[in-house]
């Protein structure tokens, strides 16, 4: 199923990222204020960056926490390469959006994974709901908790329910 865009959010959530990418350049694991959560082992670290937000990568990822303005409110998360799962709590106040070279995918009080490869980049729900738009414009979708979507590119993303397997696989490399 192919759902349309929200064009304004979209148009939002691009000069968000583009705000935020030239705010701070990519830096492998740099953690702009979040704390590594010392209990964290196997296959993921966990960051705890404070009001409401939870970020485990990939001890492998490439990525940087981007907090722009210097406010210890992280905005942004940087993916160059490797899976991300961040969990925003309910009412944490203000949206975060993961950034990486094909897509952003931004939202507030949910749970959502994204996977960033050469060819694609992949975004899955578990709560909540998420903007998902293409990097360089094109259509963008809204995920629902259990869909998920592969960006390759502009051009209208298909919105599809991932299966178990899929899931599974993609929420054991955070050691869940």
Same mark, same amino acid.
Request: a positive charge; proline letters at 5%.
């Given at each position: 199923?192919?759902?349309? %865009?929200r064009?304004?959010a979209?148009?939002v959530? !691009? @000069?968000?990222? !583009?705000v +935020?990418a030239?705010?701070s350049?990519?830096a /492998?694991?740099?953690?702009a204020?979040?704390r590594?959560?010392?209990a964290a082992?196997g296959?993921?670290? !966990?960051?705890d960056c404070g009001?409401?937000l939870?970020?485990? &990568?990939?001890? %492998? +990822?490439a990525?940087?926490v981007v907090?722009g303005?210097?406010?210890?409110r992280?905005?942004a ?5 490797? @899976?991300?799962? &961040?969990? $925003?709590?309910?009412?944490a106040? *203000?949206?975060?959006q993961?950034m990486?070279?094909r897509? $952003? @995918? ?8 994204v996977? +960033?490869?050469?060819?694609?980049? #992949?975004?899955?729900v &578990? #709560? ?8 360089g414009?094109?259509?963008g &979708? $809204? ?5 998920g979507?592969?960006?390759r590119?502009?051009g ?6 991932w299966?178990?397997? *899929?899931?599974? +696989?993609l929420l /054991?490399?955070?050691? *869940?």
């Amino acid at each position: 199923m192919i759902r349309s %865009s929200r064009h304004a959010a979209f148009g939002v959530l !691009t @000069a968000l990222a !583009t705000v +935020a990418a030239l705010a701070s350049p990519a830096a /492998a694991q740099s953690h702009a204020g979040c704390r590594p959560d010392p209990a964290a082992a196997g296959p993921a670290l !966990t960051l705890d960056c404070g009001h409401g937000l939870r970020i485990t &990568v990939e001890r %492998s +990822a490439a990525y940087a926490v981007v907090d722009g303005d210097g406010d210890g409110r992280p905005e942004a998360l940087r993916l160059d390469r490797g @899976a991300a799962l &961040v969990k $925003v709590d309910p009412g944490a106040g *203000r949206g975060f959006q993961i950034m990486t070279p094909r897509a $952003v @995918a931004s939202v507030r009080g949910t749970e959502w994974a994204v996977d +960033a490869a050469s060819d694609a980049t #992949s975004v899955f729900v &578990v #709560s909540g709901r998420v903007a998902v738009a293409p990097r360089g414009g094109g259509s963008g &979708v $809204v995920l629902q908790a259990g869909e998920g979507v592969d960006v390759r590119g502009p051009g209208a993303q298909q919105v599809i329910r991932w299966g178990a397997a *899929r899931v599974a +696989a993609l929420l /054991a490399r955070f050691g *869940r």
